[in-house]
């Protein structure tokens, strides 16, 4: 009998949390239901957080800091993301974006 493969504590991690479709969703198409956040998403974008994924790795007091020192903005972008089952600040190892830009004429 062959001994079982082992694993770095990073591929058990990653291996047993579901991979959340929306973390490749890019930020202008996550927010458009959301008019108020529309222009803190072209800023996430016009910072490279292009993607959900890029922006649930950045903090509570970052996401303020580029809604123009609104939190009740950044709130309601945190609580959206809540509601996909994500959160500010957090690791995601192993993510990385979807191969692909945003189109180019969607940031203009």
């Given at each position: 009998?062959?001994?079982p493969a082992l694993l770095d504590d990073a591929?058990?991690?990653w291996s047993h949390e579901p991979h959340n479709?929306?973390?490749?969703q890019d930020i202008l198409s996550f927010c458009v239901r959301s008019p108020?956040?529309?222009e803190l998403a072209f800023t996430l974008a016009d910072h490279g957080h292009t993607h959900v994924g890029h922006v649930v790795r950045?903090?509570?007091f970052t996401l303020t800091d580029l809604a123009n020192g609104d939190p009740s903005l950044a709130r309601d972008l945190q609580l959206r993301l809540q509601k996909c089952g994500l959160d500010t600040g957090m690791a995601l190892e192993g993510w990385t974006a979807p191969s692909g830009?945003?189109?180019?004429e969607a940031l203009d």
């Open positions: 009998m062959a001994a591929d058990l991690i479709p929306v973390l490749d108020h956040l529309v950045l903090t509570e830009e945003v189109a180019a």
